[in-house]
Structure formats: C-alpha cells, structure tokens
C-alpha cells in the first residue's frame, strides 16, 4: 500500500508563488519518476512537469522558466515550486510516483490551486 499526501496549495494573486510538496509512505521501494498533473474545471488532466530517479527534468511548455520540480529521495518527497503563477495555472494538482518494484504508478487525492487576476 502506498500513499500519497500533497500539500501547499491555496489562492493567490496573479505573480504570485506557491510551492507544492507530495510526500509517500508506505510500502515504498525505489520510485522511478516522479510528478506532478494538473486538472482544469472542464478540460482534461495534462502532465505539468516530472523528475526522474537520476534528476533529469521535463516540463510543460506552458510553464517552462516558472515552475521548478524537485525530489528529496530520503524523504520520499517531490515538490513543485510555482513562480510567476497566471489565472490559468488555477487547477486541481496531482502528484504522481512510478515505483519499480509495484511497477505501476500511483496519485495522490489531489491539491487546490487558484489565481486570482
């Protein structure tokens, strides 16, 4: 059983920042990639930026140069610091973990984010 429990997110003004962090227990043995999703009222979940176990990094194009993600490894924990925050990055985000061993990956219950103009 693994769960997944985000924190960080809330309502803030356009420009503004926030930092998101998803932390795992249970019976957790080597995550492989680790991420983070988003959903929007109406439209459908897309992938907002993802870590590998070696650190590589990828990232939307819609939040390139103002999102950061990060993982700490001994704390089983990913975040996703959020910079320069537009109305349209309000959504629902999702932390996502692939684990080797389960070989499947699991979501978290999901985070509020809203960007007030």
């Known amino acids: 059983q693994v769960q997944l429990v985000e924190s960080g997110g809330g309502l803030v003004q356009a420009g503004g920042s926030l930092r998101l962090s998803c932390v795992g227990s249970g019976s957790i043995f080597s995550i492989n990639r680790m991420g983070w999703y988003r959903q929007a009222p109406g439209k459908q979940r897309e992938a907002v930026a993802a870590?590998?176990?070696?650190?590589?990094?990828n990232y939307a194009d819609s939040v390139k140069g103002r999102f950061t993600i990060s993982r700490d490894n001994a704390k089983n924990t990913v975040y996703l610091q959020m910079n320069s925050l537009k109305p349209e990055d309000t959504a629902v985000y999702y932390c996502?973990?692939?684990?080797?061993?389960?070989?499947?990956?699991?979501w978290g219950q999901g985070t509020q984010v809203t960007v007030s103009s």
């Open positions: 870590i590998s176990s070696g650190g590589s990094t």
């Open positions: 996502n973990v692939f684990i080797d061993f389960f070989n499947r990956d699991y």
